[in-house]
């Protein structure tokens, strides 16, 4: 039998197999997947192939292979250096939910999500949620931060999963396709999958107002099936995105503003720190390129581990 996996908790798996039904199944023995040291060899979206077995009253579905991957968004394992683990595979969209304050999400974050995206070629767009609830001020530096990117050519939606501002235009955006919600927790992954399908009414919490985080609502990956013909992957709340290891060379060509110059630098493996004639470098202090952007890349490059905030927790 074939199917996809709708729910990955590291051990057992929910698999709708192609007649709909849905399984409960686990790994066939030591199952390996290519060169991919994952923590979670088969990820939420992956199609695999599958046999059931009935021992007793009990029927158990034992996946025995995985297709080839169409793409897949993966991080370093906060905990386990070495170790990667697959947030979701077989996406068509990937929406990073982006607050201001209660939780903060800063722009190395976002950064490092985008790479991955452009990395893996999955379109990324940019929900600045909880708009309902800023100030004057803090709307301004919104609006701020949805130009730098929308001038880099990602889309930039301003929403409320409160009062339902613009979901008319994310549920348009994910008509007929499998998108996926990250962010960190507390920006409201799942209050905005119960304001997009009120019957799923996923578990949500409070924001500690001792730190300012989220409490984790959703501890394993999950995909549902949506009433407008749509999937959606919500997943746990992420506190860094740990990028998996890129050559040096190939990191300026995910920064799409500075893979438009490229080809204007005097040398063809400038790597835009301190070679001369370096057209990114001329963009940036003409202030055509951003300077938080560029700051995300020299981290990257040097093998910095993004900023992480102590007082926002994760599940690895």
């Not at 729910?7 to 709909?20: D, H, I, L, M, Q």
């Not at 929308?150 to 930039?156: D, E, K, M, S, V």
């Not at 799409?256 to 493996?269: A, I, R, S, W």
Request: glycine share 8%; charged share 25%; aromatic share 10%.
């Amino acid at each position: 039998m074939k199917g996809t996996v709708y729910k990955s908790t590291g051990s057992w798996y929910t698999v709708k197999a192609e007649n709909g039904t849905f399984y409960e199944c686990r790994l066939k023995g030591r199952f390996r997947l290519g060169e991919i040291k994952s923590t979670n060899p088969v990820a939420v979206g992956d199609k695999v192939g599958f046999e059931i077995e009935t021992k007793g009253d009990e029927t158990v579905g034992i996946i025995s292979s995985i297709e080839e991957r169409e793409n897949y968004i993966i991080r370093k394992s906060v905990n386990l250096s070495k170790q990667t683990h697959i947030i979701a595979a077989n996406v068509d969209l990937a929406f990073l939910l982006v607050t201001l304050n209660n939780p903060p999400t800063f722009t190395a974050f976002i950064d490092r999500f985008l790479v991955t995206a452009e990395a893996y070629e999955i379109e990324a767009i940019l929900l600045f949620n909880k708009v309902d609830t800023y100030s004057e001020d803090e709307l301004l530096e919104i609006k701020f931060l949805a130009a730098l990117y929308r001038n880099i050519g990602y889309t930039c939606i301003g929403i409320s999963a409160e009062t339902g501002k613009n979901l008319e235009k994310v549920k348009q955006l994910m008509t007929e396709k499998t998108a996926m919600f990250s962010g960190h927790s507390g920006v409201g992954k799942s209050t905005l999958v119960n304001a997009l399908e009120p019957g799923l009414d996923l578990k949500t919490s409070k924001i500690s107002q001792q730190h300012l985080q989220g409490q984790h609502t959703t501890t394993f990956a999950e995909m549902f099936d949506l009433s407008f013909d749509a999937q959606i992957i919500d997943t746990p709340g992420i506190r860094g995105f740990g990028l998996v290891e890129m050559e040096k060379e190939e990191v300026g060509d995910y920064f799409p503003e500075f893979f438009k110059l490229k080809g204007h630098c005097k040398f063809n493996n400038c790597l835009h720190i301190e070679e001369p004639q370096c057209a990114v470098k001329e963009a940036l202090e003409n202030e055509e390129i951003a300077w938080s952007r560029y700051k995300s890349y020299l981290q990257i490059l040097e093998g910095e581990e993004e900023q992480y905030r102590k007082d926002i927790h994760t599940n690895s």
